[in-house]
C-alpha cells in the first residue's frame, strides 16, 4: 500500500513540474529590430530572477498572423503600433496592456564608403552600387517608413521598375543584405548601427516618415507573474538606459 502511494506521488509530481516550469518563464514574440536589445534585457531578467524567456523573432506582419492562429505567447512586442491595435480589437490581448514601448529611428547605410548616404544624389550608375535594400513594407513597419523616404527622393518607383530594390523579409534581413554586400546601400533601424559594421551612415530626418511607434502587449490569458515580474523589470531605470543606448527613442 506505502508503495502504492509512493508511485502514485510520483506520477503527480511529474504533472505539476512542467506546469511550474510554464509559470516561471516568459515567451515573447519579438519584432526583429528589437530583438539584440532585447536579448540583453532578458539575459539580466533572467540572472536577477531566475525566471527564462523564450523569444521568437520575425516581421511585425509574420508575428501577427501567428497570433491571430493561436500561437502561444505571452507577450507581442511589434514593430508599429498597427497590429497591437487590431488584436486589441479583436479581443486577443489583455484589456488595457497596450504600450508604446520605443519609438523607431532610420538610417541610411552605405558599406561601401565610394557609395554616398546622401539619397539626394543617388543615381542608378554610380559607381559600386547595384543594389538598394529596404524591409518589405507589405509586412515590415521599417519597410513602410522606408519607401515613404524613397518616395521623397523620387527613387522608389526607379528602383522598382530597374530591379534595384533588394526586399528583406524583415529589417534584420535587410541589414544582412548590406552586411554581406549583396546590397551596397539601405534603410535599416539606427538599432542596428551598434553592431560592428564597415562603412557609413546617417540618420534620415524623422519628418520624411510617420513615426514608428513601437508597441508592446499582453496576450489574452496570459498575464502570469512572470509576465508582470518581466514587465516589472522591462520599465526599470536601467533598462530604459539600454533601450536608449541601442539607438531608440522613448516616450516622454
Known sequence: MMRTAQVLLLIGLVFLVPKAFAEESVRIAVAANFLATIKLIAKDFTK?????????NGSTGMLYAQITRGAPYDLFFSADSHRPELLEKAGLIEENSRFTYV???LVV???????????????????????FSIANPKIAPYGVAARSVLKHYGLYETL????????????????????????????????????????????VDPSLYQPIYQQAVILKNRNTPAVQSFLKFF?????????KQNGY???E
Open 48 to 56: 536577477q530572477t531566475g525566471i527564462a524567456v523564450h523569444l521568437s
Open 103 to 105: 519609438t523607431g529611428r
Open 109 to 131: 547605410w552605405a558599406r561601401d564608403p565610394s557609395v554616398s548616404t546622401n539619397l539626394a544624389e543617388l543615381r542608378l550608375d554610380q559607381p559600386g552600387f547595384r543594389f
Open 160 to 203: 522598382l521598375e530597374n530591379n534595384r530594390l533588394a526586399l528583406g523579409e524583415n529589417i534584420g534581413k535587410t541589414y544582412h543584405y548590406i552586411a554581406t554586400g549583396n546590397a551596397q546601400i539601405g534603410l535599416v533601424a539606427k538599432s542596428y548601427m551598434r553592431r560592428p559594421h564597415q562603412g557609413s551612415y546617417v540618420e
Open 235 to 243: 520599465h526599470s531605470k536601467a533598462v530604459q538606459e539600454i533601450i
Open 249 to 251: 527613442g522613448l516616450l
